[in-house]
């Protein structure tokens, strides 16, 4: 069992996407005729209000008698009366969705849909509905209580709610606050419920017929089968004389159309078949109607298309909303150049035909009835390197249009989306380009920093004057050097985890703008084993020429092995071991990662146990990847912690800190040549921290950082400057590095 209706009321034209196999046969009951409805007339505003709240994206879903249901285009349902334009914002919570009553009804209906990921059945529980002329108490119902209201709310007809259990139709009605409950004859395949209600009667699909009820009786009054040729029936429409829906035949756009209780059916070709959806509905003898997307040139405007002799009247430029209101009149969300968009009022004039009449305007600014169109001006190539944030822009032929953009990852799941809304106050540059400016990052619920690499994007402009969207897409690519401890190639810091079991976990980081912190992915997790063959582990930048940063490990005899960098975004980030060479044991000291000899590759400094200091130059290689040893220093045994931090100092090459006994950090700033300018004290207390890792730009401002672990577990963060006399900004926490290993160890090591 299933559900055909979406949460939410959608276009009358592709919304509901239900696919026709074959039809079968025509019945019409001897009494199919409606009655027409009780004539009701909305008051006329003398001046159109203000529904500012439904610019750029919002539409109409109800028209009532002394008012219309919207939604804005965050989804944020709205009451607004006629009379005054005071609107009364739907209280809804998360999983909620809003129905109105049909034409002419005051009802606004909150559902509650359950949709449990797996499960088959979509159905709802809990519906409040609330009468808006009174604003009486709601009447609160759980449909899910009992088989015989279970199932899935599809719409309204005044207090009578329409529900489908994937079998049966069925109509509750909670008239005074008690609901009697009728099914809708047999026979029915996975129906549906649709938006073509009349006071009195409603509109369901079922297999491949559309089927009008009257509410009254719980009575088919009719069975309308589709073309078995068609592809789609998009949209279904009531009046109370006559039905009809739309085919897509031969390519080709048809109404067909049936005065109700009779069997013929008149097919009507509307255009070419280029709109991906249309909205409209029956006035009389005229259908109203105009594509809400689709190809630009020829444009459908909104109009009026006489059932009787096939004259055509233009309403409105454009239209991307029509619901059906009281005493035989329409509602429109729209735009024309004499006029501005906003909330028109269809209906038909003194000699018979429609016209349109502003009641609500958005109060957008006007660009007449020009349609967007797309410039140019797309990113090719994102620069990410020490930024915080970079600019993304594309150009239209106005500047007044929302944005949606999203970026998705080639080969991945992972993307980026927002909507850029230039009325707010942003997104609007100087050269009259549309954007954002990109924090680098994936994912709105679990943010990522962008890995290198190509993307797609695709970027829909949303006029401000009520023209339809442009919709445009192609690629571009991000790209960052490498950096000494970016292992999954996003630009980010990253850190390795060991503990006693000999579990290595990557530890993946982005910065938090929000908190100004520096935190861990959720995603650090890789469950490789066998590491505590190791006594030392130390990240030391793209020293073999991969592109990635690598790894350097001393084993337990003293021999050196290199794990080389993948760049990869899987568990595994590091290439099987080469050996380097034995005899590293001599060493007491190892750290890498600044390039301290100017050529661009980062090098390896390490203390012998004479307090000796030895430079081993970066070569490229993965099989030979130092050059022999130089002697650069002496008396360095009296520091117990030696760090390659990058340049944080300001000058002209790498440069290193180092720890004595006493606690105190000593800043040693590179010459470049491999030597370094005379130690500056830089701090004390440092002796409480197990590790000191200079992890790179970890806050994106194009400047090195450190990060510092404790032997208890506590991580901070020390933000470069950039000033060798005061290089490290006070510490913040961090919970990097913090936690247990995959393999539920304690973490003893951090580089």
């Not at 329409?162 to 606050?177: A, F, M, N, P």
């Not at 009325?423 to 609007?428: I, K, Q, R, V």
């Not at 990240?539 to 092995?561: E, M, P, Q």
């Not at 207390?685 to 672990?709: L, S």
């Amino acid at each position: 069992m299933r559900t055909a209706l979406s949460r939410r009321r959608v276009p009358l034209a592709v919304g509901v996407v239900l696919a026709v196999v074959a039809s079968g046969p025509f019945l019409v009951p001897a009494a199919a005729a409606a009655a027409a409805p009780t004539a009701v007339t909305a008051p006329a505003a003398a001046a159109p209000v203000s529904v500012p709240f439904l610019a750029s994206g919002g539409r109409l879903v109800n028209a009532g008698k002394t008012g219309f249901l919207s939604e804005d285009a965050d989804g944020r349902a709205r009451w607004t009366r006629y009379a005054d334009g005071v609107s009364k914002v739907i209280e809804e919570r998360a999983g909620d969705y809003v129905l109105g009553g049909g034409p002419g009804s005051d009802v606004v209906v909150v559902a509650h849909e359950v949709n449990n990921p797996g499960d088959e059945v979509i159905y709802t529980s809990t519906v409040q509905v609330h009468d808006m002329a009174t604003g009486a108490a709601p009447v609160v119902l759980d449909l899910s209580a009992g088989r015989e209201t279970f199932g899935f709310l599809g719409g309204a007809v005044g207090s009578t709610l329409l529900v489908s259990d994937g079998r049966k139709l069925k109509l509750v009605d909670v008239t005074g606050g008690r609901n009697t409950v009728r099914v809708v004859g047999d026979g029915y395949y996975d129906p549906a419920w649709l938006p073509g209600t009349l006071p009195g009667t409603a509109l369901a699909l079922s297999y491949q017929e559309y089927v009008v009820v009257d509410v009254a009786t719980g009575r088919e009054t009719g069975r309308y089968p589709v073309d078995p040729g068609s592809r789609w029936p998009y949209a279904g429409f009531l009046s109370p004389t006559r039905v009809a829906w739309t085919e897509r035949t031969g390519g080709a756009l048809l109404l067909a159309t049936a005065v109700r209780g009779q069997a013929d059916v008149v097919r009507t070709p509307l255009g070419a078949d280029d709109a991906a959806s249309i909205t409209g509905g029956l006035l009389g003898d005229w259908f109203l109607w105009g594509a809400t997307t689709g190809n630009a040139t020829p444009w459908h405007a909104f109009s009026a298309r006489s059932l009787k002799d096939g004259s055509t009247v233009k309403l409105l430029d454009h239209a991307t909303d029509a619901v059906q209101g009281p005493d035989g009149t329409f509602l429109v969300l729209g735009t024309s150049a004499a006029h501005g968009a906003g909330v028109y009022r269809v209906a038909a004039s003194a000699d018979g035909q429609p016209s349109a009449e502003l009641i609500a305007s958005t109060g957008e600014p006007g660009d007449g009835a020009t349609p967007l169109a797309y410039v140019g001006g797309a990113p090719v190539t994102v620069d990410l390197d020490g930024v915080a944030r970079t600019r993304l822009s594309w150009k239209f032929s106005t500047a007044r249009a929302d944005l949606t953009v999203r970026l998705k990852r080639k080969g991945s799941w992972e993307a980026f989306e927002t909507v850029v809304r230039p009325a707010s106050g942003s997104g609007a540059f100087p050269d009259g380009s549309l954007g954002l400016d990109w924090a680098g990052e994936l994912e709105k619920w679990s943010p990522r920093p962008a890995p290198n690499g190509a993307y797609d994007w695709t970027v829909t402009a949303r006029p401000w004057n009520g023209m339809p969207s442009v919709t445009v897409s192609g690629t571009l690519t991000v790209t960052r050097s490498p950096k000494a401890h970016d292992f999954d190639d996003d630009g980010a810091p990253d850190l390795v985890a060991r503990d006693g079991n000999g579990y290595l976990d990557p530890i993946g980081t982005r910065w938090d703008d929000a908190t100004a912190r520096l935190v861990p992915l959720d995603r650090n997790v890789s469950g490789l084993r066998g590491w505590n063959i190791y006594d030392q582990v130390e990240a030391v930048g793209d020293i073999a020429g991969s592109n990635a940063a690598d790894l350097v490990a001393r084993d337990r005899d003293g021999a050196l092995w290199l794990h080389r960098g993948t760049g990869s975004q899987t568990r595994v980030g590091y290439e099987s071991r080469v050996r380097i060479g034995g005899g590293w044991n001599t060493y007491v000291q190892l750290t890498g990662g600044s390039d301290l000899t100017g050529d661009g590759r980062p090098d390896l400094v390490a203390t012998d146990k004479a307090g000796d200091l030895w430079l081993y130059r970066a070569t490229g290689s993965t099989t030979a990847p130092f050059e022999g040893r130089r002697k650069i220093g002496h008396g360095w045994g009296i520091y117990n912690q030696l760090t390659a931090t990058g340049d944080i100092g300001g000058g002209a090459a790498g440069d290193l800190v180092a720890r004595d006994k006493g606690g105190k950090l000593w800043l040693y700033l590179g010459k470049g040549d491999g030597t370094f300018a005379p130690r500056t004290a830089i701090g004390g207390g440092w002796n409480v921290y197990a590790d000191i890792v200079g992890i790179g730009d970890g806050n994106k401002d194009g400047r090195p950082d450190v990060y510092a672990r404790t032997a208890t577990g506590a991580a901070y963060f020390y933000a470069g400057t950039g000033d060798w006399k005061v290089p490290l900004r006070p510490r913040s926490s961090t919970e990097a590095g913090t936690g247990q290993s995959w393999g539920g160890g304690t973490v003893r090591q951090v580089s």
